[in-house]
């Protein structure tokens, strides 16, 4: 069974860093297209980035240059490093999965809440 | 980057209404459009990919269909748990982008 378990939210300052854990089982993570998509509180979906099974890696451009994809393949987690955070980053942040016939996000986290604020 | 614009953005229902959802793009995105379900404090659920898929598990009674720039989802025989906030998203190109959501409430 597929299952995606994120972690390392929480509150931190303006300016300051996060990282966030997407722990995957029941796939191999280097093996899919990975996500992260994140809501603001009371918001809709934004997409955030994307790391392909190659290396390849995509960002919305309200988040690139301060965040960071990557995945460790030996713990089978996706990450998101997160800097010079912003009140705008406020959000649940989820990571999701493809599927291998189709580029949509078939399979969810349940999301960890980022809160940047002072 | 490609806007998606769904309408309505609040739908009023009744169980047992078919209701009908609108999504456009400002460009055209082919069929590269999935169509996903949220509840509160859930993550979103994949109901439709390839505009007019069903994605594994999800009841017939969602059927998606467009091409282009015009998309529709439409859902059967409405029932309580259908009630949730609906939104489109396009993946025809970066960035990725959703529609502002469609609040399904009950009439």
């Known amino acids: 069974e597929v299952q995606l378990v994120e972690s390392g939210g929480g509150l931190v300052q303006p300016g300051g860093s996060l990282r966030l854990s997407c722990a995957a089982s029941?796939?191999?993570?280097?093996?899919?297209?990975m996500s992260w998509v994140r809501q603001a509180p009371g918001k809709g979906l934004e997409w955030v980035s994307i790391l392909y099974s190659g290396g390849t890696t995509y960002y919305a451009d309200s988040v690139r240059g301060r965040f960071t994809i990557s995945r460790d393949n030996s713990k089978n987690t996706l990450y998101l490093q997160m800097n010079n955070l912003r009140a705008e980053d406020t959000a649940v942040y989820f990571c999701?999965?493809?599927?291998?016939?189709?580029?949509?996000?078939?399979?969810w986290g349940q999301g960890t809440l980022v809160t940047v604020s002072s | 980057d490609i806007q998606m614009t769904q309408s309505p953005s609040t739908l009023s229902a009744s169980v047992g209404d078919r209701v009908t959802i609108t999504c456009r793009a400002s460009q055209s995105i082919s069929t590269w459009l999935a169509w996903y379900q949220q509840k509160p404090g859930k993550a979103p659920k994949l109901l439709m990919y390839?505009?007019?898929s069903l994605e594994n598990g999800v009841p017939s009674k969602f059927s998606g269909s467009g091409s282009g720039t015009q998309f529709t989802l439409t859902i059967n025989s409405l029932q309580p748990d259908d009630f949730a906030t609906y939104y489109c998203?396009?993946?025809?190109?970066?960035?990725?982008?959703f529609g502002q959501g469609t609040k399904l409430e009950i009439k």
């Open positions: 029941g796939f191999t993570v280097s093996s899919n297209y």
């Open positions: 999701a999965r493809d599927q291998s016939y189709s580029s949509a996000w078939h399979f």
């Open positions: 390839k505009a007019s």
């Open positions: 998203q396009q993946y025809n190109s970066y960035p990725y982008t």
